[in-house]
């Protein structure tokens, strides 16, 4: 008898394989952030007077569903400033969905940083991302960390997944065939 069962067992082995293998369509709609821009900001530390620094800003980053009004998220940033050192962030990003599908939109980030360079610090980054079409992007940004560092800048850039795989405004000039998601989809 025990044979036989595992004769059966063996026979319907392929029929619930090909159940579980057969595949529906399936839509990935998240948000999804990939911005590099260039600015200045403002340093200062130990309560010294403000210096003027230009730096970058790189963000990486993923987020809900772009099909809701608000899109939650998380981001990794990395700012470097020339001549000094890279400031690694690790932040909370809520953003309206037009800012997620590279419209006109807004989103705010909270999160922590570490600064390993010069005096070193630890501390808190906040900004805000205005966005325009095709994912520019103005970030004014703060940070508030140990040992009295203070840095308050303003970056331009191009969020290169909101111009391209996410974009929806902007359609009329520059149509994109294949969004990541599209209303009513």
Known sequence: MPIRSGLRLLCLL????????TARE?????????FVGGGASAMSERGKSYELRPNMQIDLGMGSSM??????GGLVRATPYFGQGVDLGLALRLATQGFAVGKWGVALDAGGYQRWWGMGSTGGIASVQLGAPYGVTL????????DEHRVFGAVIGVDLLRLTVNRLGGESWWYNPRPAWRPGT
Do not use: E, K, Y
């Open 26 to 34: 399936a839509r990935a709609d998240v948000a999804s952030w990939l």
């Open 14 to 21: 392929p029929l619930a394989c090909a159940g579980l293998l």
């Open 67 to 72: 099909a809701q009004p608000l899109v939650v």
């Open 139 to 146: 970030s004014l940004n703060a940070t508030f960390g140990s």
